[in-house]
């Protein structure tokens, strides 16, 4: 049976999602002290710069920008799923006393922030942590809800929401497949 798929939000739709994100994070913590932005591996680190080059349009002050790779921390690997490649965690400055902004591209069970939590704590003891999505699919596991989101989208669990980006990582858009 081939894989219907529905087009929710295009470039310019990610785009404005992405510029309503920056300045929500603005808006709540005051301006750019303090801030700084975290991507998970992989989507989530090119949303980060996203927004990182957002908030340097709105407030003229670039934010630090990290990444974080979840692979080693991720609670459901198994002897019988394939071997995952370990990627780059890259966070080059101290998290101490710092409000961190973790972003990832699709919200589901929480179980991918809940990991990148604990990969991040090796690197320091934030003053917050708060959560920005591109997309929250829902279907929570565990008791952990986004700060800033993009776009809600209910889906069924047999359904996918991936975000698409083009080869020098811009969104291009995200899709859902049924």
Do not use: W
């Amino acid at each position: 049976m081939p894989t219907e798929k529905t087009v929710l939000l295009d470039g310019a739709g990610i785009k404005r999602a992405l510029t309503r994100i920056a300045h929500e994070i603005l808006e709540r913590n005051k301006g750019v002290a303090d801030i700084i932005l975290i991507g998970i591996r992989s989507g989530g680190v090119f949303l980060a710069d996203g927004i990182a080059q957002q908030i340097s349009v709105i407030e003229g002050k670039d934010v630090p920008i990290g990444a974080v790779d979840i692979t080693l921390y991720r609670d459901d690997c198994s002897g019988n799923l394939p071997h995952q490649p370990v990627g780059k965690t890259d966070i080059p400055f101290s998290l101490e006393a710092k409000k961190v902004i973790l972003v990832d591209d699709v919200l589901y069970t929480g179980r991918t922030i809940r990991a990148a939590m604990d990969a991040m704590m090796d690197f320091g003891r934030p003053q917050s942590i708060q959560l920005a999505v591109l997309i929250d699919r829902g279907h929570r596991e565990l008791p952990i809800r986004a700060d800033f989101v993009g776009r809600n989208v209910p889906t069924s669990q047999k359904e996918n929401v991936e975000v698409v980006f083009d080869a020098t990582n811009q969104p291009i858009e995200v899709v859902l497949e049924k």
